[in-house]
C-alpha cells in the first residue's frame, strides 16, 4: 500500500511544530502496515524532537530491523545517541549512515561531532572541515566545529566560526554567547601562559 501522501502530511506537522500530530498520522500508516520503516523513522524524528529519546530509540531501532540500510534511520539513531551522550554507540550509527549516504553534510556533521567527543578529537575536526566543506552555509556545522576549535584553545579558528555564523545569521544567540566565551577563554589562557 502507498503512503507517500500521509507520509508528506506528517512531514509538514512536523515542520510546523506539531511533532504529536505528525506522530499519530505515522501511527495511522502502521496501524495499515507494520513494515513501513519510513513510518517508524518519521516517528523516531518526532520523538527526538519532543527530546524522547527512549522513544525515539525505540522507533528507529524497529525501522533498522525492517530496513538496516536506511541511511536516514542509521542517522536518526546516531543522533539519538548523540543527544545523551553515548558516543561510541553514536558514531557506529553514523558510520554505518555515512557508508550508506557518503559525504552528507548533516551526516558527517554529526559523526565529526561524536568522534570528536568519543575517540579521536583530531579525526572529529576533520570530518567536521569536510562537512562544512560541502555546505560552507551551515550555521550548524560551523556552530560545532567552533566549539571543537574552542576546546581545542585554538582560539583565533572559534573566533573566525562563530564571526561567519554572525554574518549570516546576526540574530543568532548561541554563536553571541560563544564568541563572548572564545573571548574570555583567549585572554584567561594568554594570561596562563605568561605566568
Not at 144 to 161: H, I, M, V
Not at 180 to 189: A, G, I, M, P, Q
Request: aromatic residues 8%; hydrophobic residues 35%.
Amino acid at each position: 500500500m502507498e503512503f507517500n501522501h500521509l507520509l508528506e502530511l506528517a512531514e509538514k506537522q512536523k515542520n510546523t511544530g506539531n511533532n504529536e500530530e505528525a506522530i499519530k498520522i505515522c501511527e495511522k500508516i502502521l496501524c495499515s502496515d507494520l513494515g513501513c520503516h519510513e513510518a517508524l523513522e518519521e516517528i523516531g524524528d518526532n520523538y527526538l524532537s519532543l527530546r524522547d529519546y527512549n522513544k525515539a530509540e525505540k522507533a528507529l531501532i524497529h525501522a533498522l530491523k525492517i530496513n538496516p540500510y536506511s541511511a536516514n534511520a542509521n542517522y536518526l539513531l546516531g543522533f539519538v545517541y548523540s543527544a545523551i551522550e553515548q558516543w561510541d554507540e553514536s558514531v557506529i550509527f553514523l558510520e554505518r549512515a555515512d557508508k550508506i549516504h557518503p559525504n552528507h553534510p548533516e551526516i558527517l556533521r554529526c559523526l565529526g561531532w561524536s568522534i570528536f567527543h568519543s575517540t579521536d578529537r583530531k579525526k572529529g575536526i576533520i570530518i567536521l572541515e569536510r562537512a562544512l566543506h560541502l555546505n560552507r552555509t551551515d550555521c550548524l556545522i560551523m556552530s560545532d566545529l567552533g566549539l571543537c576549535y574552542l576546546n581545542e584553545k585554538n582560539f583565533n579558528k572559534a573566533t573566525q566560526l562563530f564571526n561567519s555564523i554572525l554574518k549570516i545569521e546576526p540574530d543568532n544567540e548561541k554563536a553571541k554567547e560563544c564568541l563572548k566565551t572564545t573571548d574570555f577563554f583567549k585572554v584567561e589562557y594568554e594570561k596562563l601562559k605568561k605566568i
